[in-house]
């Protein structure tokens, strides 16, 4: 698996290729999150439209990378799962878990609709 981070509007857009399995890939995207927290950058979309594979290890990452997230203030949301990886996470019931999105663009309005949300409510 590779990964490539990007930044559009108020988010961090991090896009998986190939196969989603853990192991060295969960300590290099873990690595990544605590400097992009460092950096204040705490709104991040994980692309998957371009997975062909991901086993409960590569599930596992994906929740690590949403608890290191959440408990830094911020969120990590899901775009463009495949019809396999949206069964996993059906299967897995995690599709309750993750906010999300059948495009990369819904996912990345959806930070910016909440603080729209916030500003009006202060």
């Known amino acids: 698996m590779s ?3 990007s930044e559009r509007y108020n988010c961090v857009i991090i896009e ?26 705490k ?3 994980v692309d998957l439209a371009k997975v062909k594979f991901m086993n ?6 994906l929740i690590g990378g949403l608890t290191t997230m959440r408990k ?3 969120d990590l949301r899901i775009a463009n799962p495949t019809d396999k990886i949206e069964s996993l996470l059906v299967v897995t019931k995690l599709i309750t878990v993750f906010k ?4 990369l663009e819904e ?3 959806s930070y910016n609709k909440e603080e729209g949300e916030e500003e009006e409510n202060d």
């Open 100 to 103: 999300h999105y059948e495009s």
């Open 16 to 41: 998986f290729k190939g196969n989603v399995m853990g192991g060295p890939d969960a300590v290099e995207l873990n690595d990544t999150l605590h400097e992009l927290i460092e950096e204040g950058k």
């Open 72 to 74: 830094a203030g911020g």
């Open 43 to 45: 709104n991040v979309v």
């Open 107 to 109: 996912a990345v309005n």
């Open 3 to 5: 990964f490539k981070v």
């Open 56 to 61: 409960s290890s590569g599930l596992g990452m």
